[in-house]
């Protein structure tokens, strides 16, 4: 496969990984702070990230790479609010999208057929993550802090499954 192409998946499986590890960041600051539906949302989110880092694993086995993994930065811990970690999120989300794009974009150039077909997947999985990301921002912004909003929006999210 394209040189470039395998530098930028393998890249993107430090990408997915560090996913996993800010959702699992943000669980802990749920934990923290008892709401245990939105951090059962983090915690199944964090593994949700780690299948697409597999997904990229194996695609680029298949193709006769070995990933390199990268070193993945210590994720922020601390947010003022659910608020300010969704939104949070919602940017994660955003700046990973850009990234799928611009391999894809890659794939292309590179007339590397094959991943661009397995990139398009992703690019499917990014309008839900960002749909259902940027939703529960918005349900956060109408609640302004009403403890009975957050506490209703708490078991909504915990019946994730
Ligand atoms: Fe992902
Ligand atoms: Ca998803």
Request: net charge negative; glycine share 4%; aromatic share 12%.
């Amino acid at each position: 496969m394209s040189e470039k192409v395998f530098k930028a998946l393998n890249e993107q499986v430090g990408k997915e990984i560090f996913s996993a590890y800010l959702y699992l960041s943000m669980a802990t600051y749920f934990d923290s702070i008892d709401l245990l539906g939105f951090a059962r949302w983090m915690k199944i989110q964090a593994k949700e990230e780690l299948g697409h880092a597999m997904k990229i694993y194996e695609f680029l086995y298949e193709r006769g790479s070995r990933v390199e993994l990268p070193a993945i930065e210590k994720p922020k811990n601390t947010w003022n609010s659910p608020l300010e970690a969704f939104e949070a999120a919602l940017e994660h989300e955003k700046f990973i999208t850009k990234s799928i794009n611009t391999i894809f974009e890659l794939a292309k150039e590179e007339k590397d057929y094959a991943a661009e077909q397995f990139l398009s997947w992703f690019i499917k999985e990014q309008v839900e993550e960002e749909a259902q990301t940027g939703l529960i921002v918005r349900k956060l912004e109408k609640l302004q802090d009403s403890p009975t909003g957050l506490y209703m929006l708490d078991r909504e999210l915990g019946s994730r499954e």
